[in-house]
Each structure stands twice: as C-alpha cells, then as structure tokens.
C-alpha cells in the first residue's frame, strides 16, 4: 500500500493530532486571510487583462488542487486521471451555457453536482484497488476520457473534436467603487468568491469528524475500521468530494477559455495537477494555492528561459523544487516559521 507523506505544516503523527489534522484558526489567521482576499480583489484592477486572466486560471486550479488533496494528501488514494473530473465539469457547463442558455453562475454548482456523483461511483468499485493499481484505474480514467468526448454519436452534444465556444459573461455592473468592470475582471472577481468559498469548505469539511476520519484511514485502515469508521462510505466520499471540487473548476475554467475540446483535457492535465498538488505541499490546504502558481506560471518561465527545449527547463525547475522543498512549498515555508518562533523564543528582545 502507498504511503502519502504529509507537509510539515501538519506535524508528524503525535497525540493529539494526526498527521494531516487541520489546526484551528485563530483570529489572527483571521485578519491575514481578510487582507489576502482584499488584496486579491484589487488585483484585476492593477494588472493587464492577460495577467487577470492568468490569476483566473490560478483560481481555477486551486480549487482543483483542494480536490485532489482531499482524495491523495488527506485520505492517501491517488489519483492519476483528476483532469477527467475537470473535464465532466467544464463540459456539463459548456454544454449548459451553450445549448440551454443556463447563466454561468448556476452551471458552476451543477457542474459540482454532477462531478460529486460521477465521482462517489467511480469511487465504488476503486474501493477494492489500492497504491499502484488505484493509480492505473484513475490513470485510464484520464486517457479515455478526452477519446469518449470525442465519440461521433455524442457529438450533438460535446462537438466532437471541434469543441464549443462560449461566450465570456459581461459584468452585471459597469463599475465597482469607482472602478471600471470589464468580463475578464469580473470573472476573475467571481472566481475569487467561489474559491474563497469552496476553501472554506474545504477547511471546515477538514477539520471536523469527516476530515479526521480520512486521515485515520489513510495512516491507520485497520485501526481505524477497528473503531467503527465506515471506511468504504468514506473512500467513496473522498472521491465524490474531491471530484466535485475539481468539477467546480473545471467550470470556471471554461469559461475563463470561453472554449473547451477533448484535446484540451488530456492526460497531461492530470499529471500537471499530481505535480502542483506535490509541489504546493501535501495535505496542505494552503498548499494548493502554491502548486495553483506553479501549475500556471512555471511553464511560461520555462518556455521564457528556452524556446527550444522548454520541458527540459521545467522538468529541471521541478526537481529543483522537490529537491529544495521535499515536503513542498507550504511545508518549507512552515518548518522556516517555525525555526523563526524557536529562535525568538530562545533569543526574546531585550527589554
């Protein structure tokens, strides 16, 4: 059985809290998160509409990355094919806007929605594969998607390799506080409200029984079932709760490409989001922001450093990450915070 090692910012086993465990929040936490959000908010109208619709995608894939953190980082299935979900989701919201004039905000909870089935009996019959044969399940998951949405007698509905085109929603509103709205800005102000949501989802889904009871699966199965958890209930339901999150933005990211083709959700999807979720922290919540960054930037720096051989430069920007911040981003920044508090503890300023 595979192992998932956790980020340091949720500490080794040790009574009373599980490795992975959520930590309670505190009311400074509290103000930082308020700032990082108003901070966020005021980006749009201090960057160029490119750079807007990059941190739009970055959005996107945190959430995405929350999902699959749930399934492999909290309860340690790992997933190989979460672009499939990303694509059920950003075709149920195609399909949606484009043939049934659905508004955009309704399709994102109905893409959700869909994606937490589909996911929840994907997750049925998962439960008798483990480690690396769960792997090759989801693996194959991910690549006969994209040749599925590709299918000539589906084609009335997913436009075969042709794909739909949407259109970007105008805002509801010409300005806000002054400031000028225009469909890239007010998606990604609306990106903004559904991640911060979906996190606090997350957050409070994590830290409660649910949360804990993935975790005493995923380091103790035998344990855990000993003390009446239902663990076949709770595997499934990691997946439909992971699914459903990576459905969500499968969702906005639709709709911030305006465009979706089965070409668009191939196997490298998957993979890109197994490498963001590892290099963000693992059963790391603050982790999938980091690896949402990496995801979306790191393959322009690279394709910036060298024209010709672009994946060389980001194969090698990863491995210097891995090896620099074995534990991930959030975990490195979390053993530097912690070196810093025992340093201040030892050496208090002088009166």
């Given at each position: 059985m595979s192992t998932v090692t956790p980020s340091p910012e949720l500490a080794p086993l040790a009574p009373p809290q599980?490795?992975?465990?959520?930590?309670?929040?505190?009311?400074?936490?509290?103000?930082?998160?308020?700032?990082?959000?108003l901070a966020a908010a005021a980006l749009p109208f201090l960057v160029s509409n490119y750079r807007v619709f990059q941190f739009s995608m970055v959005l996107t894939y945190a959430i995405a990355l929350l999902g699959l953190n749930i399934?492999?980082?909290?309860?340690?299935?790992?997933?190989?094919?979460?672009?499939?979900?990303?694509?059920?989701?950003?075709?149920?919201?195609?399909?949606l806007m484009d043939q049934h004039n659905v508004p955009y905000w309704l399709c994102v909870p109905a893409a959700g929605l869909v994606c937490l089935v589909v996911g929840f009996l994907f997750g049925l019959p998962a439960l008798r594969l483990e480690g690396v044969y769960l792997a090759l399940a989801t693996f194959a998951l991910g690549v006969a998607l994209p040749q599925v949405l590709k299918y000539k007698h589906l084609e009335q509905w997913t436009g075969g390799v042709q794909g739909i085109s949407l259109i970007k929603p105008d805002p509801p509103i010409a300005s806000l506080f002054g400031l000028k709205l225009n469909p890239d800005r007010w998606f990604y102000l609306f990106a903004l409200f559904v991640t911060v949501l979906?996190?606090?989802?997350?957050?409070?889904?994590?830290r409660g029984r649910v949360g804990r009871a993935l975790i005493a699966i995923r380091d103790q199965p035998i344990a855990a079932a000993t003390m009446g958890i239902d663990t076949a209930l709770y595997k499934s339901l990691a997946f439909g709760v992971s699914a459903m999150f990576t459905g969500v933005a499968g969702a906005l990211g639709a709709i911030a490409v305006a465009f979706v083709a089965p070409d668009s959700f191939t196997i490298f999807l998957s993979i890109s989001l197994l490498v963001g979720m590892v290099v963000g922290g693992l059963a790391s919540i603050t982790g999938a922001i980091w690896g949402a960054?990496?995801?979306?930037?790191v393959p322009n720096v690279a394709d910036q450093v060298s024209k010709a051989a672009p994946w060389a430069i980001y194969g090698a920007l990863m491995i210097l990450f891995m090896y620099v911040m074995p534990t991930g981003i959030a975990g490195a920044l979390r053993l530097a915070s912690q070196r810093w508090r025992r340093r201040a503890r030892r050496h208090p300023p002088a009166a």
């Open positions: 599980a490795a992975g465990a959520v930590r309670g929040w505190s009311p400074a936490w509290t103000v930082v998160a308020v700032l990082v959000v399934l492999t980082g909290y309860n340690g299935q790992i997933s190989l094919g979460h672009g499939a979900f990303y694509a059920i989701g950003a075709y149920v919201t195609a399909i979906m996190f606090i989802l997350g957050w409070n889904l994590l960054m990496f995801i979306q930037f």
